[in-house]
């Protein structure tokens, strides 16, 4: 049987920085109208997603104060989801659930589409105004409505409700029933086949392994991690890709606990190439984290080339994170860099890379950063001044 190996990795799970971009996803939800040309964007690490377009742009000044019931033909044309001609209140609310209980009684597919995106937007409005049991109702409303339409908008809309609802259950203590809600959010996604609901699936799938991991469930956290780097990856946008990055960098430490040294290493590679193809700042810090990993590894199995590929990658994710966490990574690889290549008498690219630590060190202010550019500061004066890369 495989024994785990001993190398120092950085050995935490990675659990994103929902505080960063709360506010932000929650004021997407009703400052974009929902039209072709003004598409949602993605979401990060526990917040909540936003509702997607339909491709109906709702008719101007149509619903600007709330009078009786909302005919069939007014849910399908976008009119009962009082996006852009309502204030948030009362009279929106009303618009919105009238919109849901018509698509509840109307069969049509499109019809079912366009409510559950009613259902979705009356679940923000309600969360904003602190009736969260009430909220939790109408993203389940829209969850099934959802489902039920079979249409791409609508599948991607159950995922985003089922994400938010796993979010705001986990916040309330009730993991299991979060579990669930994620797991309908990565079937959904899956299943619009959209870049954006695979996308939330993704992130889904990332917070399920989280979950998972924190009862113990190794195993199934490894699986659900594996689900989010192919959904990720799958989803071809910059929020899944930075999704499947930290779910592929977790599953690395995930194997690496338990012997599975090759297929940590590859999980890490795919974790560095989603977090550079990202291009956010979160998924270069996954990937960061994950490149510092296996250069590790690799100079433990003397591959030392291979190890200094990785280590400069790690430092030029790291740098583009701008992220503390990041920036550590960064300044660690740099450190390991040095040292390799001053040993391999290679002066100036030694002395390179422990000015890079020295920066990166002192930028992330970090414990761990700052005693690599202390380090890295005390190597820099035994560097020889004269010499030349080998």
Not at 47 to 72: L, M, Y
Not at 248 to 255: K, Q
Request: aromatic content about 4%; overall charge positive; charged content about 25%.
């Amino acid at each position: 049987m495989a024994t785990m190996i001993t190398v120092r990795t950085l050995g935490d799970l990675f659990t994103g920085n929902a505080a960063q971009v709360a506010a932000h996803i929650k004021a997407l939800a009703w400052a974009r109208p929902l039209t072709k040309s003004n598409p949602p964007t993605g979401n990060d690490c526990l917040p909540k997603a936003s509702v997607p377009s339909s491709g109906k742009a709702p008719q101007s000044g149509a619903i600007a104060v709330f009078s009786g019931e909302i005919a069939e033909d007014q849910v399908v044309s976008g009119l009962g989801i009082a996006s852009d001609t309502v204030d948030d209140g009362a009279d929106a609310q009303r618009a919105l659930s009238a919109a849901v209980r018509v698509a509840r009684d109307r069969g049509t597919a499109e019809t079912r589409e366009v409510g559950a995106q009613a259902a979705f937007r009356l679940a923000i409005q309600l969360e904003d105004a602190g009736n969260v049991d009430a909220s939790e109702r109408s993203l389940q409303d829209a969850v099934v409505l959802g489902r039920s339409s079979r249409t791409r908008v609508g599948l991607e809309t159950a995922a985003r409700a089922a994400y938010n609802l796993g979010v705001s259950l986990d916040d309330r203590g009730k993991a299991e029933e979060a579990r669930k809600a994620w797991k309908s959010c990565k079937s959904s996604g899956r299943a619009s086949k959209s870049p954006a609901g695979q996308a939330v699936a993704a992130e889904a799938a990332f917070c399920l392994g989280l979950s998972l991991a924190k009862i113990g469930k190794a195993e199934a956290a490894y699986l659900a991690w594996r689900d989010a780097k192919t959904l990720g990856r799958a989803s071809g946008t910059q929020a899944g890709q930075e999704a499947g990055a930290k779910a592929a960098l977790n599953a690395g430490l995930s194997l690496n606990r338990v012997g599975k040294t090759e297929e940590a290493r590859q999980a890490w590679r795919d974790a560095a190439t989603l977090g550079r193809v990202s291009e956010t700042p979160v998924g270069q810090e996954a990937g960061a984290k994950a490149a510092f990993n296996l250069g590790l590894d690799l100079h433990r199995l003397g591959k030392t080339e291979e190890a200094l590929l990785d280590w400069r990658e790690a430092v030029a994710l790291g740098r583009a994170s701008g992220t503390p966490a990041g920036q550590q990574a960064g300044a660690r690889a740099a450190l390991k860099l040095g040292l390799l290549l001053s040993d391999a008498s290679r002066s100036g690219e030694a002395r390179e890379a422990y000015r890079e630590s020295i920066t990166l060190g002192q930028a992330c202010g970090t414990d761990a950063g700052l005693e690599a550019a202390s380090r890295s500061g005390s190597h820099l004066n035994e560097v020889p001044q004269q010499g030349s890369p080998g």
